[in-house]
């Protein structure tokens, strides 16, 4: 039997949204607010949700607190009340968006899973603006 369990998770970050080959005037005119030199913050929300197979001997497919121990180490310690550009080496060379910032997530994320699992990360940038990525 299949199943998808999620977590929910949060951290805030700073960010400004840039493309150096542009023009100062390009950048803000595409960019707005999110290109502000001074940076600006975001409280992300976060979903992780797994999908597989329930164990028939314990009931779980996953141990939800060792999900939630991976979620913490990797995206909690990593970005919360970090400046995405100027503290993650993620974002050295890479727009923290935050369609960019999703693909990072599920990217380290699955890198510490033990055994093929669907994979899905909601990441919600305002209560009204998020994406999902799956790992396509």
Not at 54 to 67: C, Q, R
Request: hydrophobic share 35%; net charge negative.
């Amino acid at each position: 039997m299949e199943i998808t369990v999620s977590r929910k998770a949060h951290f805030n970050a700073a960010h400004r949204l840039h493309v150096p080959e542009w023009s100062d005037e390009k950048n803000k005119s595409f960019f707005g607010s999110c290109n502000n030199p001074n940076f600006h913050g975001h409280n992300y929300d976060l979903i992780v949700s797994l999908t597989g197979e329930i164990d028939p001997i314990t009931g779980y497919f996953i141990d939800m607190k060792w999900l939630s121990q991976i979620i913490k180490e990797e995206i909690e310690d990593r970005f919360d009340h970090k400046n995405l550009n100027l503290d993650c080496e993620e974002f050295k060379q890479l727009n923290p968006s935050t369609e960019n910032l999703a693909v990072v997530i599920w990217q380290l994320l699955n890198k510490r899973l033990n055994h093929p699992k669907n994979l899905k990360v909601i990441l919600y940038e305002t209560e009204r603006n998020f994406v999902e990525y799956n790992g396509n």
